[in-house]
């Protein structure tokens, strides 16, 4: 079994994991295995489903794994396990049990030789970074990782140093610092090159492309997805709907939709070939989101259905659930602004009170705080000054309850502008203007991109850590 191991790890290390799946299902055939050794071909056969994206599978075999742990004496091993564990719930969203799972992991550490202990206490900070940037919490995210690239430093691994610098972009990216999320991705496609990782150098390529086209500068942008793509297709990765994801929305911000529909395809044909929820939870994301930018009438209310579909349907992933009440809410407040009607603000009430729910059992507090601005947004165009207050107040003390900084310091913004701007708004009252003017004063479509995007547009005044 170590030749097959090692054959495995050395397809791995050429990106090339269904044909190192294919020799562990063979493995898998044989009765005659030890606990250990059987325990040992589980954590071999999650790598490989962990990176192709198999997570239904996935999800089974930490079931197996975990009815064999008991009996396995080997800490490592132990540790790897629970490393896998915490992804899953990382991918339920489960954020919490993620870091708790990561907490057990780190109670074992201490038995382990030195540069084990080292290599291992790393892997766990990582995980912990990554639970910390689900929830928003961007400053412990950074703070983790730079640990991380401390040890990386200490026994000289490349290969921590690459996800380090990965899981920096990404929370640079997230928090709309792009001049700092360019540099460091370009670190990261650059440590991605080194190690001829072309999963990893996709990912780069495809952050670097999220990046720019959030910058407007779409050539690079379709450049690098290009590349991206390209890469996909010669060794086909799993990434590819997701790369034909952000080329999709790139075309969409430039307008381009006979392109768009081309990415919308590809991405069905995926989906066809492959049983997949993510991909299928994608396809039917994209088509809304290309329905929603026709012109025809007809074409954005069955957008407005496959959105309703998508957040009605159990077992979603949550990030589609989570956009598809974003879109939602912005199909509405067009009616809204179209027929000046301010009843259509109630058919907002349940896709807010469900992303209320969702900031608060996936542990997300930007979203919590980001929830309250954009309800006191709404409370503003129809006039109800005083709730828009509270509601900010809530915004605010949810910022500083869960130690969000920057977040604090930009409701603050918003509660002065609005005292600022309470006179002009009073006159507005009383003169009849149009809803589309006053959600052109608060800023709602501003609010409603931000929303999508899942950004912070405001840059770091806390973290002030430098780069090596």
């Not at 670190?187 to 190690?195: M, S």
């Not at 329905?291 to 209310?301: D, F, G, T």
Request: charged share 30%; proline share 1%; glycine share 2%.
């Amino acid at each position: 079994m170590l030749n097959e191991f090692y054959k495995v790890k050395q397809l791995k290390d050429e990106s090339r994991y269904k044909e190192a799946l294919q020799i562990i299902n063979e493995l898998e055939k044989s009765l005659n295995y030890t606990t250990e050794e059987k325990f040992e071909l589980y954590l071999q056969k999650l790598s490989l489903l962990f990176e192709l994206g198999h997570f239904k599978e996935f999800i089974n075999y930490i079931d197996l794994a975990d009815k064999e742990r008991s009996q396995i004496k080997d800490n490592l091993k132990i540790i790897d396990f629970l490393l896998f564990k915490s992804r899953l719930f990382l991918i339920r969203e489960e954020n919490d049990e993620a870091f708790k799972i990561l907490t057990k992991a780190e109670q074992i550490l201490n038995d382990l030789p030195l540069k084990e202990f080292k290599e291992k206490n790393a892997v766990i900070l990582l995980g912990k970074a990554r639970v910390c940037f689900k929830k928003g919490d961007f400053d412990h995210s950074i703070e983790y990782v730079y640990n991380v690239l401390k040890i990386a430093k200490e026994i000289k691994s490349d290969v921590l140093r690459l996800q380090a610098v990965k899981m920096i972009c990404f929370n640079y990216e997230d928090m709309g610092d792009y001049k700092r999320a360019l540099e460091i991705g370009e670190k990261f496609l650059e440590l991605a090159k080194k190690a001829n990782n072309k999963q990893e150098i996709i990912g780069a390529l495809n952050i670097l492309g999220m990046i720019l086209t959030e910058k407007e500068e779409f050539n690079q942008a379709l450049d690098y997805l290009k590349q991206a793509l390209s890469i996909c297709d010669e060794i086909s990765s799993f990434k590819t709907a997701a790369v034909l994801t952000s080329l999709f929305k790139l075309y969409l911000e430039i307008k381009n939709l006979s392109k768009a529909e081309q990415c919308l395809n590809r991405v069905k044909q995926i989906k066809s070939e492959v049983d997949i929820k993510w991909f299928d939870d994608a396809f039917r994301l994209i088509k809304a989101e290309l329905l929603k930018n026709e012109p025809k009438h007809i074409a954005q209310m069955k957008a407005r259905e496959i959105f309703k579909q998508i957040v009605d349907e159990e077992g979603t992933f949550p990030e589609f659930n989570y956009v598809s009440l974003i879109h939602l809410c912005d199909s509405y407040l067009k009616e809204v602004s179209n027929t000046n009607d301010l009843k259509l603000l109630d058919d907002l009430q349940p896709y807010l009170t469900q992303l209320m729910d969702i900031a608060i059992s996936h542990q997300s507090f930007w979203l919590l705080v980001e929830s309250y601005s954009f309800q006191a947004k709404l409370k503003l165009i129809s006039f109800e000054f005083s709730e828009s207050q509270k509601l900010l107040e809530k915004a605010l003390f949810s910022a500083e309850k869960y130690g969000q900084d920057r977040m604090s310091k930009l409701i603050m913004k918003e509660q002065e502008e609005l005292s600022r701007n309470l006179i002009k708004w009073e006159k507005l009252k009383e003169s009849g203007v149009k809803i589309s003017e006053c959600m052109d004063l608060a800023r709602i479509d501003e609010q409603i991109e931000l929303l999508l995007q899942k950004r912070r547009y405001i840059r770091s005044t806390k973290i002030t850590h430098g780069y090596q």
